[in-house]
Nanobody
Framework: VQLVESGGGSVQTGGSLRLSCVAS????????LGWVRQPPGKVREGVAA???????RYADSVKGRFTISRDHAKNALYLQMNSLKPEDTAMYYC?????????????????????WGRGTQITVSS
């Protein structure tokens, strides 16, 4: 059972990146999944989440710029990031709640995820 992220890199302010996360060992679409980031020297913060019903939730800091989505056939989770800012610089993690938690109920708190990928670095330069 694991999550593997890809798609990180460096981009200038205003640029776009798309993160991918492939799940193995379980059916990702049946759970609450999310993206969490950790800026340098700061604590982890929830960025976006999507649940079994396709209901999404975003942190205010990324609302209107980031889009979370899933691909059932590929058992994958994505994060499309547009209009990137230097403050978006962080390690980005894909995360999942337990198999019994199908809905996120608007929760972005990192502490409530139980399965984590290794992360992918995003650096936005000004």
């Amino acid at each position: 059972v694991q999550l593997v992220e890809s798609g990180g890199g460096s981009v200038q302010t205003g640029g776009s990146l798309r993160l991918s996360c492939v799940a193995s060992g379980f059916t990702a679409s049946t759970r609450c999944l999310g993206w969490v980031r950790q800026p340098p020297g700061k604590v982890r913060e929830g960025v976006a989440a999507i649940d079994r019903a396709g209901i999404v939730r975003y942190a205010d800091s990324v609302k209107g710029r980031f889009t979370i989505s899933r691909d059932h056939a590929k058992n994958a989770l994505y994060l499309q990031m547009n209009s990137l800012k230097p403050e978006d610089t962080a390690m980005y993690y894909c995360a999942s709640k337990t198999g019994s938690v199908a809905y996120c109920f608007g929760d972005l708190a990192p502490m409530n995820y139980v399965l984590w990928g290794r992360g992918t670095q995003i650096t936005v330069s000004s």
